[in-house]
């Protein structure tokens, strides 16, 4: 990683590399500003200790000092660290005691104070974003100050130390976001950084300098390869994006080349087009509802594989110009020639909605342990309802019981300080036990089914895939989340909880006051609406598959909370134990 950002610097200098607002305004940095403040960075860390195996913590949003603290940290031979900005304390304590970094770089004082009570052999804490009433807190900015004279006076003690890195060198150190328990370190190398990103750029040929949108957090591999190794292997130009609720406003802004969304942000995106269509006057609205009808009737012949008649071809093409390339540039996506779907599974209705609007989502799969990618679909024909056949230079394989092995040099060399664990998922040939069912095609497409421990099998032996009713409930707007259950029961059931941005709207819609989702959770209008979703998905699926009982939670589930991991996966253990009385209930 070290050499190419040294090529960025060289090669592409004046280019912009980074772009964060401050005060309203975007303040944009070139590859050669960025290298030097990774020098300078660099330099104060050395100034406070760190030295090569060292592990140094980040903790902070999206913003340009995430990422040149990685670097800065990756030039010395130590490895950064980043954690996600839900962790509680316990769950800092946790990695802090794992990998036992030397400093810990956190965003505001608030995450300071967490850093504190886990400090755990921490010898400075460095806060990016001190507040004007703090005067001790040691600063980024302070740490630059140690580094400049340094640097003024030779670079030799910067150039001289990134170069005694090799490839097997760890990148970085990415924490699962812990679905089935606590989180786990998986060790990524320079190796597994760069042989990705080679072969994501050999599945789709990137453009130097591509415009990126960066939201998701860096704490996730997804975001870390898109955002981090491609878009420096490229020497993109990455727009930073603090603030996840803020991302369809940065869109529109930035109109980027590239956007990776997780399958809750194409919801969430579908659901706010559909109500702006709805305030347009009824023959605008009309006009629009036709045209993304009429592209979702083309797109389904060609996923089928069938001719599209001129007739339909020529609608298209001439409500494409008046109606969606409209939609299209005023979400952003008009410029877009990669769009991406990764971490969860994307519905297919949702899918079908994007891909009549004219933008066609490929949906990707991977995992951490695969430095993210192993399968992506092609964006010139993604294929609905799969995840794409495998990158450039990844095996895949199936085993008797239909789990998916993965090969390649995206797979990590294994966990941190777990030999039991890496032996029991990496096998001695090299592939990857994934721990998810899946089916391939004859031309190589693959299809999830569902995670090998969360199939249900019912009392009855039918085996059920949750995630594939759950997307169907979800496609109700008040539906933000559901976990199905039904594990060695004589019967489907179902836990739902209420979209907060949508409630609102619902309830004045339908004449209700609204005080909190406690309180609309408990209406017998909620109870008829639920009602009425859980017969819609019913009537798709078939009768063991059926929700035979609901119940609507009380409380929203957010992101690092009880329920969801920061990347939205849901906890399915925690919610089982979280809602076991109200699960024993729907059985009783």
Avoid at 387 to 415: F, Q, T
Avoid at 443 to 472: C, H, M, Q, W
Avoid at 490 to 511: C, K, T
Wanted: charged share 25%; glycine share 8%; proline share 5%.
């Amino acid at each position: 990683m070290c050499d190419i950002l040294a090529r960025n610097a060289s090669t592409f200098g004046d280019k912009p590399a980074t772009a964060f607002k401050r005060a309203g305004e975007w303040q944009v940095s070139t590859w050669r500003d960025y290298r030097e403040m990774v020098a300078r960075v660099a330099l104060g860390f050395k100034e406070l200790g760190v030295k090569r195996g060292d592990y140094v913590a980040l903790m902070s949003r999206n913003r340009p000092e995430h990422l040149v603290c990685d670097l800065a940290a990756l030039h010395l031979g130590a490895i950064p660290v980043s954690l996600y900005n839900t962790f509680s304390a316990d769950q800092i304590a946790g990695v802090a005691a794992a990998c036992k970094p030397k400093i810990a770089v956190v965003e505001t004082e608030e995450q300071r104070t967490q850093w504190e009570k886990a400090r755990s052999g921490l010898a400075h804490i460095v806060v990016i974003e001190p507040s004007e009433q703090d005067d001790g807190s040691l600063t980024l900015a302070q740490v630059e100050d140690k580094g400049r004279p340094q640097l003024s006076s030779g670079r030799e003690g910067f150039e001289n130390e990134w170069k005694k890195l090799k490839p097997s060198d760890p990148a970085t150190i990415i924490y699962t976001s812990g679905t089935t328990g606590d989180p786990k370190g998986v060790v990524i190398t320079n190796y597994n950084a760069l042989w990705t990103a080679e072969s994501v750029d050999q599945w789709h040929t990137w453009p130097i300098g591509f415009k990126y949108v960066s939201y998701l957090p860096l704490a996730h591999s997804l975001e870390r390869l898109a955002a981090h190794w491609l878009c420096t292997y490229k020497a993109a130009f990455i727009h930073f994006c603090p603030e996840v609720p803020e991302v369809f406003d940065t869109l529109a802004e930035v109109h980027p080349y590239a956007f990776v969304a997780v399958p809750r942000l194409w919801e969430k995106l579908e659901s706010g087009i559909k109500a702006s269509l709805q305030e347009q006057d009824p023959r605008k609205r009309a006009v629009a509802d036709r045209a993304i009808g009429i592209g979702a009737r083309a797109a389904k012949l060609e996923q089928e594989g069938k001719r599209v008649p001129i007739a339909l071809a020529v609608q298209r093409a001439l409500l494409d110009r008046i109606v969606l390339r409209k939609i299209r540039h005023k979400i952003g996506l008009d410029e877009a020639e990669v769009v991406l779907s990764g971490a969860a599974p994307l519905g297919p209705e949702v899918a079908e909605f994007f891909f009549g609007l004219g933008v066609k989502i490929a949906e990707g799969y991977g995992m951490s342990e695969s430095t993210a990618p192993a399968t992506i679909n092609p964006t010139s024909r993604p294929r609905i309802g799969t995840v794409g056949p495998a990158i450039p230079g990844v095996e895949l394989k199936l085993l008797d019981d239909g789990e998916l092995l993965i090969r390649g040099g995206n797979v990590s060399p294994g966990y941190l300080n777990d030999e039991a664990l890496t032996a029991e998922v990496f096998d001695k040939d090299g592939w990857l036990h994934t721990g998810d069912i899946a089916d391939i095609d004859s031309d190589g497409f693959v299809r999830i089914v569902d995670r090998k421990k969360e199939l249900i099998v019912t009392a009855g032996g039918k085996n059920i895939s949750p995630s594939y009713l759950e997307n169907l409930l979800k496609r109700h707007p008040l539906i933000s989340y559901a976990c199905v259950v039904g594990d060695r029961k004589p019967y489907i059931a179902a836990l739902l909880a209420l979209d907060a941005d949508e409630a609102q709207g619902w309830a004045d819609r339908n004449g209700l006051e609204f005080s909190s989702l406690e309180q609309l959770a408990q209406e017998p209008r909620i109870e008829e609406e639920m009602q009425a979703a859980v017969k819609e998905v019913n009537i798709k699926v078939s009768r063991p598959e059926g929700i035979k009982r609901f119940v609507v939670t009380k409380n929203e589930w957010e992101p690092g909370g009880d329920e969801l991991t920061p990347t939205l996966k849901l906890k399915r253990r925690a919610i089982l134990d979280k809602y076991s009385e109200e699960i024993a209930n729907l059985y009783s």
